[in-house]
């Protein structure tokens, strides 16, 4: 089992930027495969970001690309989604994700592991 705690959503202004965490306490994830998504009200969970193992390679949406940028610090089994230029759009509730699996992985049903997820809210 992995534990993920998700931290570092809340109001921010459109254009303005947030940096969410996500942190695998007690577990080196150096292994697994991470992401983010994201679901708003009344939507299904969407695909945002995912990163491979040891960092080198990252996909994203097109929604986000050239806005958002995800890193990880294995080391401090942390993963970061640095998010830019906000949207209102892009508010939702925001998951961080886990699987050992490799490869690009960008749907739900990829992931083994969930956080409990944060709330990003971009006001206009």
């Known amino acids: 089992q992995v534990q993920l705690v998700e931290s570092g959503g809340g109001l921010v202004q459109a254009g303005g930027s947030l940096r969410l965490s996500c942190r695998a306490p007690?577990?080196?994830?150096?292994?697994?495969?991470m992401g983010w998504f994201r679901q708003a009200p009344g939507k299904e969970r969407e695909f945002v970001a995912t990163?491979?193992?040891?960092?080198?390679?990252?996909y994203y949406a097109d929604s986000v690309k050239g806005r958002f940028t995800i890193s990880r610090d294995n080391a401090r089994n942390t993963v970061y989604l640095q998010m830019n230029s906000l949207k209102p759009e892009d508010t939702a509730v925001y998951y961080c994700?886990?699987?050992?699996?490799?490869?690009?992985?960008?749907?739900?049903?990829?992931?083994?592991?969930w956080g409990q997820g944060t709330q990003v809210t971009v006001s206009s």
């Open positions: 994700a886990a699987d050992p699996s490799l490869g690009v992985l960008t749907t739900p049903g990829d992931y083994d592991y």
């Open positions: 990163i491979s193992w040891g960092g080198g390679s990252t």
């Open positions: 007690g577990r080196t994830f150096g292994s697994y495969t």
